[in-house]
């Protein structure tokens, strides 16, 4: 036991690993084992019998298989020697973001799931069964499980899919748009199986992973600039110069807002109408955050109203010329004199 710890405390030390060699799960299961190797060599010694020695060695046999399994499960899990190993030389940090952990445990379990059948035939082998008509079982078992939950097995590739990929994260702002049908809110959760999302009106909403790898998602969060474009319609009546003076006192505005990126600030004249002149303000603000992102457009939407009432001007209002000739004016009249005499008519009988 005591060459066991030695030896489990130099490996530590060379990889330079932070936790307690004595508590490590592994180094339980190399000091077990080497107990129970110790033993099972005086065992030999001691027994004379052939056939008790077989049964001994069929014993060491499976005792060994569960110890090797033991020990390469906890070898690769999240935090194992090896992963631990790998991260260490790649330079990267021991703990990651919450969504790589639901990821690493969705492949670890898998995994863990796969070498105890391993382990769980090689045992039956040594006890003399017959392991092809147990893989043929398992074989049919499988197929009709498979079957049974194939739905759900969709939904956690869809959700190791989005794990892995990361078109979201939690706390992302995204749209999820599946024909006609619309969902936005923020993400609140990841899992396997689905995603929780808090929808616009403050519900919770589960969206199934399946659905979202079959659905477009437009992740508004990613943005990285935001864009404000609107056009303001002024009357015909106002002059030149004053909606030139307007549109220089818009642009020195928003040359002032931090927010602003000033390169992609336009302020023109783009039409002229039958009833307005119309001027388009367009510009980029450096801000992703969609609250955020709202409150800088209704600042500048009160600063330009100020600036537009400064000037006494107000905006246009859609207006409709109706032009009559001559002829149908006279003609109405006579219309109206013709219904005016039938009415005197209608009285006086």
């Known amino acids: 036991r005591f060459f066991t710890n030695l030896i489990i405390r130099i490996a530590y030390r060379l990889f330079d690993f932070d936790s307690d060699p004595d508590n490590s799960a592994i180094g339980k299961h190399i000091r077990n084992y080497m107990v129970f190797l110790g033993a099972f060599l005086i065992l030999q010694i001691w027994i004379k019998d052939l056939k008790t020695l077989a049964y001994a060695k069929t014993i060491f046999k499976i005792i060994s298989i569960i110890f090797a399994t033991n020990i390469i ?48 035939a090689l045992i039956s082998k040594e006890l003399g069964y017959n392991i092809n008509g147990m893989v043929a079982g398992l074989g049919i078992g499988s197929a009709l499980l498979a079957l049974a939950i194939q739905d759900t097995v969709k939904s956690f590739v869809s959700g190791a899919s989005i794990l892995a990929e990361k078109p979201f994260v939690i706390g992302d702002f995204i749209v999820i748009k599946d024909g006609s049908e619309e969902v936005m809110g923020t993400v609140e959760d990841i899992t396997l199986r689905n995603t929780k999302i808090r929808l616009l009106n403050n519900s919770l909403g589960y969206i199934p992973n ?47 807002v931090d927010k602003i990126i000033n390169r992609t600030i336009t302020v023109a004249l783009i039409t002229i109408n ?55 004016i006279n003609n109405i009249n006579s219309k109206s004199v013709d219904l005016k005499e039938q009415e005197e008519n209608d009285n006086g009988r």
Do not use: C, H, W
Not at 90 to 98: A, C, D, N, W
Not at 297 to 325: C, G, H, R, Y
């Open 274 to 328: 039958v009833y307005s002149k119309d001027i388009r303000v367009y510009f980029y603000i450096d801000e992703s955050k969609y609250k955020r992102y709202l409150e800088i457009q209704e600042a500048v939407n009160f600063k330009i109203m100020e600036i537009i009432d400064s000037e006494n001007v107000s905006l246009a209002k859609p207006t409709q010329i109706l032009e009559f000739k001559e002829s149908n």
């Open 73 to 120: 499960v906890d070898s690769i899990s999240p935090t194992g020697l090896l992963i631990r190993l790998s991260q260490k030389r790649k330079g990267k940090k021991l703990v990651g973001s919450e969504t790589n952990a639901i990821m690493n445990n969705f492949l670890y379990k898998i995994v863990r799931v796969v070498l105890y059948i391993i382990a769980l």
């Open 210 to 256: 399946l659905k979202l790898t079959n659905s477009s998602v437009l992740n508004y969060s990613k943005i990285e600039n935001r864009r404000i474009d609107f056009t303001l319609q002024f009357p015909m009546e106002i002059t030149t110069e004053k909606l030139y003076r307007i549109m220089s006192k818009i642009k020195i505005y928003l040359e002032s």
